[in-house]
């Protein structure tokens, strides 16, 4: 039968009807989709060798005839083993392959096949052990590289690259939407061409050139849905909030502090922004330490002096109290409020939430710290001038859209903020639809954070030095990388250590747990225990990595800290050294590896966030450089966060495009590939 992109799977040899539903839970229904499901890795079985030249380890393929073949039981009952003895003319070798006795029938003896394995040569004897086989000519899983997939049911490797073989003869149906201007310059082969490639590579050099071009494609795609929802932003408008810059000076001048250059620009940015009659998308970045709160607020100031309203988004209760704290004093005049889950509080009077909301609806609440809250209860405030949104990424793109779109008439200005730095190249892919503004200088008077390397030896000076912080009235954090004690890796967890800690070196202290599987009442109250000085020591797991502010705490204490990477632990250190306190930071490690222990070190000479995450990326790679994926962000096949490169060519080409092309009427298929870009994501 004649096979197309719209084919089913279950028409593919070797798929069938009970195939087709294992494809199905994998997204799996047609050629297409099957296309699409590229290899997770590649097993290398190009090398041939005369059988006398092989070595221990060598993953090769042999073609030769089957002398001799036979299944016996092993020691190990649930364990049957297939021998033969296989040749060609450059020598003998034994072959065993597990529980397949079903091959002394289907390999006759005399057969010539061609044979992918690996070499063993512990036992004595050359042997090629648990091989894949297939005749010389075909070529699919022997004698090249093997592509390797995620399985699920009944699938096997064999069967689904037999399938896929078949499946590429349809991939010349494929329209490449890509622009031909850029093909050409970039000189990227034929989409079709890349897409077999990453099936089944002919070479490493055309294999590359592939992946390079449908990195391009994801890249290129991205930046255009960014452009999108900028220009989206623009058509909709937003109302022009201009603040009289005296009395921003007057503001600044009489702060308690002195701004850093970062500070100043990145208000000035945002107060120019405001003014705009297209709403502000900026985020503020900044490293630990870095003011990025009394910039939000000053931003909250210019829209109420304009006569705006504003919304400041917290993730937690208790950042939500401590902002509230903050606005409270900073913009007394205004009269902040505070909805959680729990608490309602306006010009300082706790109120019940169905007064509360009446008030927030009615307009007479102009400035509301919130959390989640602000969605679950149905809250409406007219007009959003400002959203602030700190830590960003903890929101969902639903619960933002939510919030935007309260203003059917004008979208409101929004801010977004973030503690996590992030190299300015990585910024611009991540979050290529907003303006960044970026503080990578640290406050006057904010200290640096003494920080060491613990290992076995010198644990009793360590928790000497922490006994002596505890008994100056300081406090503690305790970070764990897991909660449970079933750790096979060997570190630590929370609750075990908690237990230990309270027991030992710190028997003397309060000692408190807290942990994410913890419910959320739970977790405030052990928060607020320690936020009150009522608790000495918290032993966390890393729910306490960003936005606490224990200005009495003056100890960081991380176990097991070669599980985390360099911008974790930095995110951890920067919840001491927020008072006038010398801080300390104990990077405990159980693991003397020299690269684990270099990596760490790098911790222990820097303070510099945004240093410590280029050379996070260096050492472990880009993977998922900020823990959770980011949400409304298409999920990326081929490109990860360490193609700063081909991230700024994509970014170049975009705008170049649109420059020539706003609307897209001359690449309809550009276009066409937009809108399922964000048919994806769920934005439309």
Not at 41 to 67: C, E, M, N, Q, W
Not at 496 to 517: I, M, P, W, Y
């Amino acid at each position: 039968m004649s096979i197309h992109l719209g084919t089913s799977v279950k028409d593919l040899p070797g798929i069938g009807a009970v195939g087709a539903k294992d494809l199905a839970r994998l997204g799996v229904l047609t050629v297409r989709d099957l296309l699409w499901y590229v290899p997770f890795r590649y097993d290398d079985f190009s090398l041939s060798k005369p059988i006398p030249a092989l070595r221990h380890d060598d993953a090769v393929t042999l073609v030769g005839v089957i002398r001799s073949i036979k299944s016996r039981p092993s020691r190990n009952r649930h364990l049957t083993l297939t021998e033969a003895i296989f040749g060609n003319d450059s020598g003998e070798l034994k072959v065993i392959w597990f529980n397949q006795p079903y091959l002394e029938k289907t390999l006759k003896i005399g057969s010539v096949v061609s044979l992918a394995g690996r070499i063993n040569r512990k036992f004595g004897s050359t042997t090629l052990m648990n091989p894949v086989c297939e005749a010389p000519e075909a070529k699919i899983n022997t004698g090249r590289v093997v592509p390797i997939y995620g399985l699920t049911g009944s699938l096997t490797g064999r069967r689904l690259r037999a399938a896929v073989k078949e499946a590429l003869r349809a991939a010349g149906e494929f329209v490449d939407w890509l622009p031909k201007e850029i093909r050409e310059t970039e000189v990227f082969p034929p989409l079709h061409e890349a897409l077999a490639a990453v099936h089944f590579p002919p070479s490493s050099e055309i294999f590359d050139q592939s992946v390079h071009r449908l990195k391009f494609d994801e890249l290129f795609l991205r930046q255009l849905m960014f452009a999108h929802l900028k220009r989206e932003r623009v058509v909709i408008g937003a109302e022009p909030l201009e603040c009289p810059i005296l009395e921003i000076k007057n503001f600044v001048e009489k702060l308690p502090f002195k701004l850093t250059d970062g500070q100043r620009k990145a208000a000035w940015e945002i107060v120019k922004d405001l003014a705009k009659p297209e709403p502000m998308h900026r985020l503020l970045q900044g490293d630990v330490g870095s003011g990025k709160t009394v910039v939000a607020v000053i931003g909250a100031l210019a829209a109420l002096k304009a006569g705006g309203r504003v919304v400041y988004l917290a993730p937690t209760e208790l950042l939500a109290e401590q902002q509230y704290q903050t606005l409270q004093k900073m913009l007394p005049d205004f009269r902040p409020a505070l909805l959680t889950r729990t608490r309602a509080i306006w010009g300082g009077e706790v109120m019940t939430k169905k007064k509360f909301l009446e008030a927030l609806t009615t307009g007479e609440i102009s400035c509301v710290v919130g959390t989640h809250a602000l969605f679950e209860d149905k809250a409406r405030m007219p007009e959003v001038s400002l959203v602030i949104i700190d830590e960003q990424h903890r929101f969902g793109v639903e619960q933002r859209h939510a919030l935007m779109k309260q203003n059917q008439d004008k979208a409101p200005h929004l801010l977004s903020m973030t503690a996590t730095p992030i190299p300015r190249s990585l910024a611009l892919a991540v979050y290529g639809d907003l303006e960044l503004s970026i503080l990578n200088e640290r406050p006057p008077g904010r200290l640096s954070i003494a920080t060491e390397l613990v290992t076995y030896p010198q644990e009793k000076k360590m928790y000497e030095k922490i006994q002596k912080e505890i008994e100056a009235g300081h406090q503690v954090f305790a970070v764990c990388p897991l909660i449970d004690p079933s750790d096979a890796l060997g570190v630590a967890s929370a609750k075990e250590t908690a237990e230990k800690l309270s027991k030992n070196q710190f028997k003397k202290f309060r000692v408190g747990l807290l942990h994410g599987q913890m419910k959320s009442d739970e977790k405030e109250k052990i928060m607020s225990s320690f936020v009150a000085g009522e608790l000495d020591v918290l032993v966390s797991t890393t729910v306490i990595e960003v936005g606490v502010d224990v200005p009495n705490a003056t100890v960081m204490l991380i176990f097991g800290a070669e599980r985390f990477g360099l911008a974790q632990l930095h995110q951890l250190r920067g919840r001491v050294g927020r008072s006038s306190f010398p801080s300390f930071c104990f990077l405990h490690s159980e693991n003397s590896n020299y690269v684990s222990q270099r990596r760490l070190q790098i911790m222990v000479k820097s303070q510099d966030g945004f240093y410590l995450a280029e050379e996070d990326l260096k050492i472990r790679g880009a993977g998922n450089a900020f823990g959770a994926a980011q949400s409304g962000m298409p999920d990326l096949k081929f490109a990860n966060l360490g193609d700063t490169d081909l991230m700024k060519k994509a970014r170049d080409w975009a705008h170049r495009i649109l420059e020539q092309d706003p609307d897209l009427s001359a690449h309809p298929l550009v276009k066409e590939n937009i809108l399922v870009g964000f048919e994806r994501v769920h934005l439309e």
